[in-house]
């Protein structure tokens, strides 16, 4: 006796299903900034009489620091774990307009009383040395000994230790480049135009604030997106 076999229930399950677990559809990525205006951020300066508005503004889609005075913009969200993607450049003339190597970061798991530099990692901006590494006022990280740098009782940044980056990748002041910054729990990595040249290990895990320094010379950033990573 002939007939038509029956189509197997296997080929109708879903791959996630057949593996025993759900394949669940990554985050979408959140616009820190959305290039409008500065909704969702706040600030601190070295002189609170400054209003937000005069170092930071917004043109053509592009969130535009002056670099002065010293401070930074800050999320009014913390965020723990999450993989943070920043396209930044300097403003073509920043270096001679101020007189020296310009100077800016990335500030990741703000934390901590106000001050101009807070508690907090930073993956360093300053012009030739983006990838840098650096956990201020007793904020931890570890890695290569080759690379480790410190101060202790600083009286701008207390108990400071860092880690230089392994090569420069960044573009020349004028040209967009890309930061790829993970930080998942203790571990902390670090791309720059799609190269790996920072990594390390026991960092300080707490939820905190996204910043954006002004520490000298104009500085241009036109995306600013954070993946959560869920812990």
Same mark, same amino acid.
């Given at each position: ?24 559809? /990554? ?64 403003? /073509? ?22 001050? /101009? ?68 729990? /203790? ?45």
């Amino acid at each position: 006796m002939t007939g038509r076999r029956r189509p197997s229930l296997l080929l109708a399950l879903p791959l996630g299903l057949l593996a025993g677990t759900a394949v669940a559809a /990554p985050p979408d990525p959140v616009r820190l900034f959305n290039g409008k205006d500065l909704s969702g951020w706040t600030h601190v300066l070295v002189d609170p009489k400054v209003r937000m508005e005069e170092v930071w503004s917004v043109r053509d889609g592009i969130l535009v620091c002056r670099g002065e005075p010293l401070g930074f913009l800050q999320t009014t969200a913390d965020h723990t774990s999450f993989r943070l993607v920043v396209e930044w450049r300097w403003a /073509p003339g920043a270096a001679a307009r101020l007189g020296k190597v310009p100077n800016s970061g990335v500030l990741l798991r703000v934390n901590g009383e106000p001050r /101009p530099i807070p508690r907090a990692l930073e993956a360093q901006l300053r012009a030739g040395d983006a990838g840098d590494l650096y956990g201020f006022w007793g904020m931890t990280l570890d890695g290569d000994p080759a690379r480790r740098r410190e101060r202790k009782a600083d009286p701008m940044l207390g108990d400071m230790v860092g880690f230089t980056k392994t090569e420069a990748a960044e573009k020349p002041e004028g040209e967009w480049n890309l930061y790829e910054i993970t930080v998942d729990g /203790p571990s902390v990595v670090v791309h720059v135009n799609g190269k790996k040249v920072n990594e390390a290990k026991a960092a300080t895990v707490l939820p905190g604030r996204i910043g954006l320094q002004s520490e000298g010379g104009e500085i241009h950033f036109r995306r600013v997106e954070l993946v959560p990573l869920g812990r």
